[in-house]
């Protein structure tokens, strides 16, 4: 088909931009402005803003073993996990880690991102329903985009609209994917439900562990085992090494032929360069010590309960957390803009969400209950964020 010509508009190259200041502007005006700051190495700051769950991230045994991976294997993997990217470390991570979480096998990616990418787009084809929670991680939602698939967006944390949904499908397969804890108020998703859905109607499941992992249950085996669902020939799981493993990197674990899928047919396994070896000797660095340390998971979310009371005893609107994230409501984006830099001028870094970044809208202050955190600096948390909360 010929299309019509249609006039283009002349524009000098320094005009070609242009709208992008417009859209600037219209973020600025609606308060999501966000701007990049860097953080100094020696920040005294009081941290409830990272995601290092359990306080690993300078704990010299997991910075000893990045050190001694870069040392032995080098600055990067320098090609595709298939070409030269795999070192013995990279193994060596997945069975450690397949084996703590109870699956069968784990395959290692760049990124949690590229693992959720990767799951959504090797495992379902134009015969799938993609049944996904509303409230699901960005990298979900990108996977569902991704997949060649049709994708049904079930209200949150809703098993009966899931099975609803999964019974008056057309489609061959199905494939029901969820966060297993919501990213920022740190809520759990009802996995029972969901499995229960799934299994009525023959889908599969696929659960980002990502803020369950090194967190939730026995020693922080993750979410999966918790549910009773780790090795279960149904269910797949995804995890990123960038929270309570403090390093940087993703994993897939399922059962074996589900990891073999993904190793021969997933875009962002096959096409991405390997995880840098000083990564994954830091996950396994840290994965080690979690086994030998197994009260550190417990202590994580002792610590969000004691938060999130105190909080709620000081008169805010705090969520109640089923890992390590607690969660504030703010009035509204400027508000909680405002709020969380009152926190970092008087010595606290929090995490500030506003929307696109919260599903329903309501900004919030979003805090974690780092497993390395004291009593007294929990309370002082807590003054920081009464004393300078809008009024
Ligand atoms: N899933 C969830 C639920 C997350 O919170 C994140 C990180 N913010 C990711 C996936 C992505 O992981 P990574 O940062 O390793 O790409």
């Known amino acids: 088909m010929v299309h019509p010509t249609v006039p283009q508009p002349t524009l000098a190259p320094s005009a070609v931009f242009d709208w992008l200041d417009e859209a600037a502007d219209l973020r600025a005006r609606a308060g999501l402005t966000r701007t990049l700051?860097?953080?100094?190495?020696d920040d005294p700051v009081l941290d409830l803003a990272s995601n290092d769950y359990l306080g690993l991230v300078h704990h010299p045994a997991v910075t000893g073993a990045a050190a001694e991976a870069?040392?032995?294997?080098?600055?990067?993997?320098?090609g595709s996990r298939l070409v030269t990217g795999t070192t013995a470390l990279h193994t060596e991570l997945e069975d450690?880690?397949?084996e703590f979480c109870g699956f069968e096998a784990a395959l290692v990616f760049s990124t949690g991102y590229a693992a959720n990418l990767a799951a959504l787009t090797a495992l379902t084809d134009p015969d799938t329903l993609i049944v996904s929670d509303a409230y699901n991680h960005a990298s979900l939602i990108d996977g569902c985009r991704l997949a060649r698939s049709d994708v049904h967006r079930a209200p949150h944390a809703d098993p009966d609209a899931v099975r609803e949904v999964l019974a008056t499908r057309s489609h061959r397969r199905a494939l029901v994917v969820t966060d297993s804890v919501f990213s920022v108020d740190g809520n759990a998703a009802p996995l029972a439900g969901h499995c229960a859905a799934a299994r009525a109607h023959g889908a599969a499941l696929l659960v980002d562990d990502a803020h369950g992992l090194g967190v939730l249950g026995d020693g922080g085996r993750g979410t999966l085992a918790v549910a009773d669902l780790a090795g279960a020939p149904d269910t797949v799981?995804?995890?990123?090494?960038?929270?309570?493993?403090?390093?940087?990197?993703?994993?897939?674990l399922g059962p074996r032929r589900v990891i073999r899928h993904l190793t021969e047919t997933a875009r962002t396994f096959i096409f991405d360069t390997g995880l840098a070896p000083a990564a994954a000797g830091t996950a396994l660095g840290a994965l080690r010590l979690l086994r030998a340390e197994p009260h550190r998971?417990?202590?994580?979310?002792?610590?969000a309960h004691t938060l999130a009371a105190r909080l709620t005893a000081a008169g805010l609107?705090?969520?109640?957390?089923?890992?390590?994230?607690v969660s504030v409501r703010a009035p509204g984006p400027e508000a909680a803009v405002q709020w969380a830099a009152d926190c970092r001028t008087a010595g606290l870094a929090v995490g500030c969400f506003r929307p696109p970044s919260v599903p329903d809208g309501i900004s919030r202050l979003r805090l974690t209950a780092r497993g390395d955190l004291t009593d007294a600096q929990i309370t002082e948390a807590v003054r920081i964020i009464a004393a300078t909360g809008p009024a």
């Open 37 to 41: 700051r860097s953080r100094p190495a």
């Open 70 to 78: 870069a040392r032995r294997w080098g600055g990067g993997a320098t």
């Open 96 to 98: 450690e880690l397949a």
């Open 237 to 252: 799981a995804t995890v990123t090494l960038s929270k309570s493993l403090g390093s940087q990197g993703g994993a897939v």
């Open 297 to 303: 998971a417990a202590r994580a979310r002792e610590l």
């Open 317 to 325: 609107h705090a969520s109640t957390p089923d890992a390590a994230v």
